[in-house]
């Protein structure tokens, strides 16, 4: 959601797509972009009212929404930051709350809901004040009336993400209660529209499938490249259930947003002429809970559409192309709609082709099937014949045994009403197709035993295989079965041939084997841990890795003795440890010669750790993040004795270097390529007390 502070000049919407109307595009900004220039010459803006949590506010929410206003639409929405971390350490958690659930201030659905609702209402005040700043004339009707989205994100603190063995039923349904209570008081301050943004991902991850729980709840999605590729994604599947409303794409060194359209169906019916007077279909947006209005252009007296998007025709219709076009609208959002009606065409339904062995083409039989009839319908033959046959009730048989070859029949069709239209079958005749696999993959070590097994289908009986090309390095046996010479370096080894069997059918086949250099083991968490004096003596951990085939084998390089690491990756320690940080590094492989290295560090604090009352406390960041390189970082706040470890998300690693109780110092280290944003990181004092704070990279 958040984009990196910079400097914006005037939006450049000539890189969109012809067709996307100008007001459609808009973008999205909060508290990162409290020092930009903003685009100008936009469609529309989104302002986040939080300082990226709950219960905090967007320093310069009035100044961004005044923005909003000089949009080309001037209609601002709104979006709020959401989040569930639970009653431990949680000022802003109820515990003596009546309504909307009574809560008294249990880790429950009950307070998670009344948590969602307050967060909600602290969210609409905030705009409600920045609405009054700027001078709207009733400023609670103008927050009311404006869109609002719900940003669900797992770089906030979520009961399903802080789980130690995992999310469970009850952290899905504590923030699945979260969202519910903010929709709730958003409905009850009269916003009438309220969306979700997030990714299928992370809600999934967050809220677990929800099933019809948020099915009436719009969707604002990300991850889609250019403005193209997100008016092509308004019609992707959407993670509540509801309709997909925008989409998020980079643009300028923003997020930019393209508004989706009101999407109608069905576009197209047939109706025989017999029954067109009696004609009528639903028109409908899905996923809108919103009554849509439809309001008809074209295609009137033949075809009339209600305003609720009804579908009926004046009376009978005489054989043709009827169609009906107009626009929708709801809550804000607008659409088009195009209906055709084929009244009379008698379209022909699959089957269309088949295929059959020479031998069993002798007793093939298949059966023509269409829609738009009414009553029976009469099949005419008109080429094909002898070969192939179709009765007047549209069953196709053979004339015997037939050639290897494409045998194709053509005809027309009509009933009792006038109906009419036209049918075409093709029957593929001793054409034999190769089946998957088509391609593999290895590395140099398992090429040298690596096996496949070709296979087809419409042949008849036993199949022999020919090979053609591809040897001496690939070898296919008379009955399909690949194997190779011996190892084989890297590259792409490519085998073809011919397949036969005893009843004349042919066919051929192709199998690309793709050997690649030993792929790179990738550690997985744990990286590093805690422990006391005490406790370090009985220490251990287990080393886990992804991208591994089989097992893996651990080889120590450096840390030794005071940790040891197992050929298994078993990790204890030696012994006794002295406060202090000890780390232990290593490489990794498996049986299939795919390589790593690992490392872990274990910081060891003083015998008595953080008193238990005490919680760490942050406040700020000072400095930046970087991707391929490693910078030095401060964190202000208090409670931070015991030098505490200090986490954040994959790539990147934060070293604590000094720890005065109120400012720890970080070497942190970003992977090269790692994308630019904003992060969180995670404080875990010895005691086990933990905060957070977010932190910019770019």
Known sequence: MFALTGVIVNADLASASPAIPPASLGYDISFPQCSSNLPTSVGFGVVGVNDGRPFSVNPCLARELQWATSTLTASPEFYAN??????????????LQQTPQVCFGANSVACSYDYGWNAARGSFHN???AETQIGTPSPSVAAAQTRWWLDVESGNAW?????????????FANDDAVIQGELAYFAS???????????????????GVTGSTFAATKVWKTGYATPAAAQAACASTSFTGGRVAMIQYPSIGLDGDYRCPLLSSPTSSSVSAATSATFTDQLAVAGESTPVAYVQSTGSPYLTVSSTGLLSTSGPLAAGIYTANGTTSANGDHGTFAFSLAVGTITQNPPTSASASVATAVTFTDQLAVTGSSGAVTYVETS??????????GLITTSGTLAPGSHVVRGTM???SGDKGTFFFNLKVGAMTQDPPTSATATPVTSTTFTDQLSVTGSSGAVTYVQTSGAPAMIVSPTGLITTSGTLAPGSYVVRGTMSDASGDTGTFFFNLRVGPAGTITQSSPTGATATTVTSTTFTDQLSVTGSSGAVTYVETSGTPAMIVSPTGLITTSGTLAVGSYVVRGTMSDASGDPGTFLFNLHVGATTPTPSGVSPVARRVIGHAVAGRTVTLK?????????PTVLSHAGTTALVTRDSGKMLTLRVIVRPRSRNGIFTFVIITVGGKLCSVRYVQR
């Open 189 to 207: 301050a009269g916003v009438a529209s309220v969306g979700v943004y997030s990714t299928t991902s992370q809600w999934i991850g967050l809220m």
């Open 82 to 95: 959401t989040a569930n971390p639970g009653p431990a350490n949680n000022v802003n958690w109820p515990t």
């Open 159 to 171: 009961e399903t993400i802080r789980t130690t063995n995992g999310p469970t039923s009850a952290a």
């Open 127 to 129: 705009a409600v004040v």
């Open 414 to 416: 009509s009933d009792a």
């Open 635 to 643: 964190i202000i706040g208090s409670g931070f004795s015991g030098r």
């Open 384 to 393: 094909g014949a002898p070969a192939m046959i179709v009765s007047p009730t």
